[in-house]
C-alpha cells in the first residue's frame, strides 16, 4: 500500500453492517467485509467491533501470525493520529490465502498464572489425600501400641 489513506474513528464508525464492515487495529483500518464469512469464530464476533477500535479484543484473543499477517491484506488505510510499521509490508505483501483447515482453530494464551492454577489443583488434592493416610497410618499404628 504505498499511499496511505487517513480515517478519523467517525468515518470508520459509519461502516459497522455485515455489507460494509470495518474496524481499527493496531492504528490500521480495516475493511474486513469480505473476511466476514471465512472469519473461524463466526462473523458475529467481528460484527460486534464494527466501527471501533479494536485493537484490545485483538490482541486479548492471542491470534496466530497467519491471522496477523492478513491486516495487511484488509488495510485500507490509517487511523488519524497513529502510525504503523510496515516493517514486514514486503514480506507479507500479497498473503498466501490460509487454508481452512489451518484456520479452523483458535489459540489460547497459556500465562504463568494458568500454570500455576493447574499446579495448585493437582498439589492441593494430593496433599490432603497423603495428609488423611498419613493420619489413618498413624492413628492404626498408635492403636496397637
Not at 493496531?26 to 464469512?37: D, H, P
Not at 490432603?128 to 499404628?141: E, G, P
Request: charged share 25%; with cysteine.
Amino acid at each position: 500500500m504505498a499511499e496511505k489513506r487517513v480515517f478519523s474513528l467517525s468515518q470508520v464508525a459509519q461502516h459497522k453492517s455485515r455489507k460494509d464492515c470495518w474496524f481499527v487495529i493496531k492504528g490500521r483500518v480495516l475493511n474486513v467485509t469480505s473476511f466476514l464469512e471465512e472469519h473461524p469464530g463466526g462473523e458475529e464476533v467481528l460484527l460486534e467491533s464494527a466501527g471501533k477500535d479494536a485493537s484490545k479484543a485483538f490482541e486479548d484473543i492471542g491470534h496466530s501470525k497467519a491471522a496477523q499477517t492478513l491486516l495487511l491484506k484488509y488495510q485500507v488505510g490509517v487511523l488519524e493520529g497513529h502510525t504503523v510499521q510496515d516493517q514486514d509490508a514486503d514480506k507479507y505483501a500479497a498473503p498466501k490465502e490460509a487454508k481452512k483447515e489451518g484456520m479452523s482453530a483458535f489459540v489460547v494464551k497459556d500465562t504463568p498464572l494458568q500454570k500455576y492454577a493447574a499446579l495448585i489443583e493437582f498439589a492441593v488434592p494430593l496433599l490432603v489425600a497423603s495428609s488423611y493416610f498419613a493420619y489413618r497410618y498413624i492413628t492404626a499404628v498408635a492403636s496397637h501400641v
